[in-house]
Structure formats: C-alpha cells, structure tokens
Antibody
Framework: QITLKESGPTLVKPTQTLTLTCTFS??????????VGWIRQPPGKALEWLALIYWNDDKRYSPSLKSRLTITKDTSKNQVVLTMTNMDPVDTATYYC?????????????WGQGTLVTVSS | QSVLTQPPSASGTPGQRVTISCSGS????????VYWYQQLPGTAPKLLIYRNNQRPSGVPDRFSGSKSGTSASLAISGLRSEDEADYYCAAWDDSLPWVFGGGTKLTVL
C-alpha cells in the first residue's frame, strides 16, 4: 500500500525559505522509473506542478520557479524534500507530493493529503 | 493562465453523459499522453485516466478518456451525484515538464 504525507511549517514569512518533507511508504525511490513530484494549489485555484525527482536522481523543475526550487531525496529515510526560497504571499497554497512510476507514464497515481502553507508577515 | 485550456464549468443531470474538453498544443497533448484527475471537495486529486484512455484499478468504466490531435476529452456517462467535483487534465510538455489545465467544476443538477 503506497502512502505519502507532507510535513512542514504552516506559516512562513515573506522572503523566508520554505522546506517541505514528503515521507512515503510502500515503494522505494531506488526502484527504476519511480519518481516523486510536488504540486501545489492556491486556495480556489488550479493545480500547478513544481518539481519532480526520479530514482536515478534526475531532477526536473517548473521553468517559472526553477531559480527558487531545490528537490532532494533521502532513499534510506523514504523522504523527498522540497525547498523554495524567497517566499511571497502568492505562494500561499496547499502543497502536495505525489508518486509516479515508469518515468511518469502512469501519471501521479498516489497523492499525499496535502499541507496548507500560508505566507504572511 | 494554464498551459492546457479547460472550460471552467460543466453540468448535467443524474444519468446524463457529460464531456469535459482539454485543449493544448503540439508540445504537450499533441505529442504526449493525457491524464485526468478528479478532485472532490477538500481532498487531494485522484488519478482518473492515464495514457489518454486507461483507467486505474477501481475507477468505474463510466469514466473514459480520448485524445485527438492537440485536444483531449473526458467523458462521464451515467452521471451520479458523487461525480460532482473539479476535474483537471494534465500532460507532459516537451519544454515545461508537467502541465495542468485550469480545471473544470462539474455540477450535478
């Protein structure tokens, strides 16, 4: 059974760096083709893909946010960490991590419950 | 402004068939698979369709996906009240990795 859960601060101040952790179970990020991605959703708005890391440490980022994002994995801890620098109120959103396999061919088939991050002073 | 274009809303009565469109370009839908996600109120998205028209285990066959050129559609037949949700299309883009549509809010009248 695959599960993912996001954790991190619920409130950050403008200009601060956000660090989110996705802790998962039921799969290994050392298995060929497996990846974990981050997707966010501002309140009442659409989904926006942010970043993705594959089993072989191949990393992909949204071009519009690439300069602010870093995604890493710790295979031994079954965790993926996303950092986003220089947070702004427009970054207020629910942040989801999600599992994919076969290099994304099967889509994001398992999602975490999401964590709401509010950016405010 | 989402890369993939969806109608903001759709509606139907119980038992009806409704379709939701998703328009893209040659760099995303035109050359890659399309995916559909269902998001019930207050919950995380759920994968509904992958690889244009494949259903994950557990998704009813009332849901079907299709793709033609740079557009795709999600069809829901035998509409039920529990289908009321937001629906998002997504695709891999040759330049942007993953892109999502703006979402369609489906109302069951």
């Amino acid at each position: 059974q695959i599960t993912l859960k996001e954790s991190g601060p619920t409130l950050v101040k403008p200009t601060q760096t956000l660090t989110l952790t996705c802790t998962f179970s039921g799969f290994s990020l050392s298995t060929s083709g497996v990846g974990v991605g981050w997707i966010r959703q501002p309140p009442g708005k659409a989904l926006e893909w942010l970043a993705l890391i594959y089993w072989n440490d191949d990393k992909r980022y949204s071009p519009s946010l690439k300069s602010r994002l870093t995604i890493t994995k710790d295979t031994s801890k079954n965790q993926v960490v996303l950092t986003m620098t220089n947070m702004d109120p427009v970054d207020t959103a629910t942040y989801y991590c999600a599992h994919t396999t076969d290099y994304g061919d099967y889509g994001f088939d398992y999602w975490g419950q999401g964590t709401l991050v509010t950016v405010s002073s | 402004q989402s890369v993939l274009t969806q109608p903001p809303s759709a509606s139907g009565t119980p038992g009806q068939r409704v379709t939701i469109s998703c328009s893209g370009s040659s760099s995303n839908i035109g050359s890659n698979y399309v995916y559909w996600y269902q998001q019930l109120p207050g919950t995380a998205p759920k994968l509904l369709i992958y690889r244009n028209n494949q259903r994950p285990s557990g998704v009813p066959d009332r849901f079907s996906g299709s793709k033609s050129g740079t557009s795709a559609s999600l069809a829901i037949s035998g509409l039920r009240s529990e289908d009321e949700a937001d629906y998002y299309c997504a695709a891999w883009d040759d330049s942007l990795p993953w892109v999502f549509g703006g979402g369609t809010k489906l109302t069951v009248l």
